[in-house]
């Protein structure tokens, strides 16, 4: 199994600009999440889907946006990018959204702002 | 609201000597904690969680409720558990797994 996978893995924007990561999860893998990753931080939760609904969302402003597709990959959108955004955006996922699910990790995508 | 807090930006040891990673945490309900761990150039991988009460890689990391904490323990360091650690939580509801983590912690095994 390869586990989960993201795409792309680097990618450059400038400020303005729009970009949709995308996130592939383990085979049989029903829920999604995305999480922020800045320098130096631990990663921060920015959305969860289950089943092609959203679960839960994170303290993120309307520029994010996700779905989730009837394979069970995801996208996560970011419109109108800030410097702010460069990070690491990593994707995860879990049999279920349930609470003792453990969640598997991609290798994340880095976003670079210019 | 909850939150989760690795004081320990960075812990150096050496190999063989015992290891405690910190972890505190704060939530109104039942949490379930996980600990994360990340070598170098791969990729964030769960370490151990409470529920399963196992060892992994000598690591144990045992749920303290009254002090709200889930340190994690190694009696003998090793080299190669020089990683980036991260302790998790997570609600144990059927709500949503989401993930809260703390600042993460550097682990420096010297030998």
């Known amino acids: 199994d390869a586990g989960v996978t993201q795409s792309p893995t680097h990618l450059i924007k400038t400020r303005g600009q729009q970009v949709t990561l995308r996130c592939s999860p383990i085979?049989?893998?029903?829920?999604v999440s995305w999480y922020q990753q800045v320098l130096g931080q631990g990663p921060q939760f920015i959305f969860q889907?289950?089943?092609?609904?959203?679960?839960g969302r994170g303290n993120f402003p309307d520029r994010f946006s996700a779905r989730q597709f009837p394979n069970y990959s995801s996208e996560l959108n970011v419109n109108a990018l800030l410097l702010g955004d460069s990070a690491l955006y990593l994707c995860?996922?879990?049999?279920?959204?349930?609470?003792?699910?453990?969640?598997?990790f991609g290798d994340g995508t880095r976003l670079s702002i210019l | 609201a909850q939150r989760v807090t690795q004081p320990e930006k960075l812990l150096s040891v050496f190999k063989g000597a015992p290891v405690e990673l910190k972890c505190n945490y704060s939530?109104?309900?039942?949490?379930?904690l996980f600990w994360y761990v990340q070598y170098s150039r791969q990729r964030l991988q769960l370490l151990l969680r409470?529920?399963s009460r196992e060892s992994i890689k000598g690591f144990t990391a045992d749920l303290n409720k009254g002090e709200t904490s889930f340190h994690l323990k190694k009696p003998f360091a090793q080299e190669e558990d020089s990683a980036m650690y991260y302790c998790?939580?997570?609600?144990?509801?059927?709500?949503?797994?989401?993930?809260?983590f703390g600042g993460g912690t550097r682990l420096m095994v010297k030998p």
């Open positions: 409470h529920i």
């Open positions: 998790a939580l997570s609600r144990n509801n059927n709500a949503g797994n989401m993930l809260t």
């Open positions: 995860a996922s879990s049999l279920e959204g349930a609470g003792r699910q453990p969640q598997h």
């Open positions: 889907y289950y089943e092609k609904e959203e679960r």
């Open positions: 085979s049989g893998h029903k829920s």
């Open positions: 939530y109104s309900g039942s949490p379930e």
